[in-house]
């Protein structure tokens, strides 16, 4: 039986949270405390004063100024949800949308947002049956909350919208029906609640986060192949090279290749030339600047994963409710951004080691195959891998420098994140895509350098990979092989 997480007995861990996806979700009895106790607190205070409270009792952006009588307060914030769910383009996968229902969930599990214990059960029991509401990627600005999104994602609260059940997209009232559940009754601030937060950049982060730390290791891996299958000199990896300029990912990944390295035949072998090209020469540099780009992002989500992130905050104890801006997503523009320049050139360096290793030097035939001419080889994977590049170079202007005011001035700076994620998300899909090529060439390559062997490490690899994609001794559609390669890298 699968374990179940207490939402809010600690932080979440972005290394724990894929134990947690495999498991079942409750409320610990503390959150459920606070929860119960902020929500009597907000009633209580909106009992006793007419004292408005932005988005509360008042309308919401350019209409703060609207005073909302008391018995339209529950329909303010329905109307909030319903007017908000408006996003556009592909629907967001459903692991991402399970993301975006956790990270909801722990949020407003803190007792800062004045929401119904319901409310949260609700969702819980969404996350807990693989109920997945309908999103969609384009609508939020990154600032004042992920609206757009949020809203498609608790439409199904109120019996609205769609969701992902059982292989099937269905309306959402019709599952409600099937477990016998009423469409929650919004009260005050809770829609507000809902919609405002980070959930849908913080997803798509910890996902970038997940994919990102698998494909440095894999570029460090395949790159360590390439060297051998260029037959690269290991000076530029030694240690006192490192020592002397200790970036600790540069130290780190040089480290790392002389280990994938060792007893390699290949590389004890003389070498004819005094150096070697920059993209197999400077991995350390390379590859490490990444790597300490990833573990920056990776402190960056993990703070906002256990983060408040919607507005007013609410502080019973202090006797406090608060209108401040912890929705707006600069710090998760910026990392995205930066994140995504990081892990394209993984994808740039290793295009180049691509180009290198069918050039027909060091004696390697052209295109890695015997009889080039007549076989084309592996000519047009370096195409595909350039496009990949190309494209990536495109996605990598940054969101986070653009901003464009709505509201009517009252929202005059956004921070463009939800475009950072799914762009980040779509650069590293594309490396993923580029790193199966090169492992496609490298291990091409060392079948030219027998019967010379590489390290016992590599070797294993390379024969495990084998097991799936052969020698290519003459044309045949490498779409298949590219795509089998992909499998292999995602299964490692």
Not at 79 to 101: F, Q, R, W, Y
Not at 317 to 328: A, P, Q, R, T, V
Request: contains cysteine; negative net charge.
């Amino acid at each position: 039986m699968n374990a179940t997480h207490h939402i809010s007995d600690e932080n979440l861990s972005l290394d724990k949270i894929p134990e947690i996806l495999d498991g079942q979700l409750a409320l610990s009895p503390s959150a459920k405390d606070r929860v119960n106790a902020c929500r009597a607190y907000l009633d209580g205070k909106l009992a006793a004063s007419d004292q408005p409270y932005y988005g509360i009792n008042t309308g919401f952006g350019d209409l703060h100024s609207v005073k909302i009588p008391g018995k339209d307060m529950g329909n303010l914030q329905t109307n909030l949800v319903i007017s908000h769910a408006c996003g556009t383009g592909d629907e967001v996968p459903p692991e991402i949308v399970k993301l975006m229902l956790l990270l909801k969930i722990q949020s407003l599990a803190y007792g800062h947002s004045g929401v119904q214990l319901q409310t949260i059960e609700r969702l819980i029991g969404f996350y807990n049956h693989d109920i997945m509401p309908v999103v969609y990627e384009i609508g939020s600005l990154g600032a004042s909350g992920d609206l757009a999104p949020l809203a498609h994602l608790s439409l199904p609260l109120i019996g609205r919208g769609q969701v992902n059940h059982g292989n099937n997209k269905v309306a959402a009232a019709e599952v409600l029906k099937q477990f016998n559940w009423q469409p929650i009754e919004l009260r005050s601030k809770e829609g507000l609640a809902l919609l405002n937060g980070t959930q849908f950049m913080g997803a798509y982060g910890v996902a970038c986060l997940w994919k990102a730390r698998q494909l440095i290791r894999l570029a460090n891996r395949i790159g360590a192949m390439s060297l051998d299958a260029f037959d690269c000199r290991l000076e530029p990896f030694e240690p006192p090279i490192h020592r002397i300029r200790p970036h600790q990912g540069q130290v780190d990944t040089a480290a790392e290749i002389m280990e994938l390295l060792a007893g390699s035949e290949i590389a004890r072998k003389p070498k004819d030339q005094v150096q070697d090209p920059y993209s197999f020469r400077c991995i350390p540099q390379v590859h490490g600047a990444s790597q300490k780009v990833i573990d920056h992002t990776h402190e960056v989500f993990q703070t906002e994963i256990n983060s408040v992130t919607d507005n007013p905050n609410i502080f019973p104890e202090e006797d406090l409710i608060l209108s401040g801006g912890n929705f707006h997503g600069q710090p998760l523009a910026l990392a995205l951004d930066y994140l995504a320049i990081a892990v394209a050139e993984l994808g740039s360096i290793s295009e180049r080691r691509i180009y290198k290793l069918v050039a027909g030097e060091r004696g390697l035939p052209p295109f890695l195959i015997k009889d080039s001419g007549l076989n084309s080889g592996l000519m047009i994977p370096q195409y595909t891998a350039a496009a990949l590049v190309s494209q990536n170079k495109q996605f990598c202007t940054p969101a986070s420098v653009d901003s464009i005011t709505s509201s009517n001035g009252q929202e005059d700076h956004v921070s463009m994140g939800a475009n950072a994620a799914t762009k980040a998300w779509k650069v590293i899909d594309n490396v993923e895509r580029i790193l199966a090529i090169e492992l496609l060439n490298a291990a091409q390559a060392l079948e030219f350098r027998r019967p010379l062997r590489s390290s016992p490490k590599l070797e294993e690899w390379l024969t495990a990979y084998r097991q799936i994609v052969p020698f290519y001794d003459k044309d045949r559609i490498l779409f298949d092989d590219m795509e089998q390669t992909i499998t292999f890298l995602a299964e490692r």
